[in-house]
């Protein structure tokens, strides 16, 4: 059912916590199955993200996404974390059931809640980022229409 990696990042996952003063933090939920990600990430005055964390209420396969998310963006400046999507996240962990595949939409949301943060601390545009939803049920219910 689950993958050895996602396994692995469920018992054992990286980067949990928060980081003090971080650049960006970002928080999405999903209203129809409860779980919540907080995203917080570090980024330096080059635009590198040094440190990414995250505190996660959720079901083992949104800890694993969000596992898996911190560790794809740290050391990517700002632009290369946009383009971490939820296929990025879900290949990273060779799949998801596909009633859990909505896990990795949230990581992907909550990077992008981060980003947005970060950008508007900053006062600054990054190209492609769009402002993020809180409920990704919004998202979800939004690529059904097209």
């Given amino acids: 059912m689950y ?3 996602v396994m692995d990042h469920f018992t ?3 980067n949990v916590g928060e980081i003090e003063n971080p650049s960006g ?4 939920g999903n209203a129809k199955c409860g779980d919540i990600m907080r ?3 570090d980024i330096d005055e080059k635009g590198v993200i040094q440190e990414a964390r995250f505190k996660t209420f959720g079901c083992g396969a949104a800890v694993a996404t969000s596992s898996m998310a911190t560790e794809l963006v740290k050391g990517k400046n700002v632009e290369e974390a946009l383009q971490v999507t939820n296929k990025a ?4 962990l060779d799949g998801l059931p596909p009633l859990k595949v ?3 939409l949230l990581a992907e949301e909550a990077i ?3 980003l947005w943060d970060y950008a508007k601390k900053h006062h600054m545009k990054i190209e492609g980022l769009e402002k993020p939803v809180n409920d990704i049920e919004e998202k979800e219910d939004i690529e059904e229409e097209n």
């Fill in 3 to 5: 993958s050895e990696k």
């Fill in 12 to 14: 054992n996952p990286r």
């Fill in 25 to 28: 933090v970002g928080t999405v």
């Fill in 39 to 41: 995203m917080y990430l």
């Fill in 89 to 92: 996240v879900l290949e990273a």
């Fill in 102 to 104: 909505h896990c990795s």
């Fill in 112 to 114: 992008h809640a981060a």
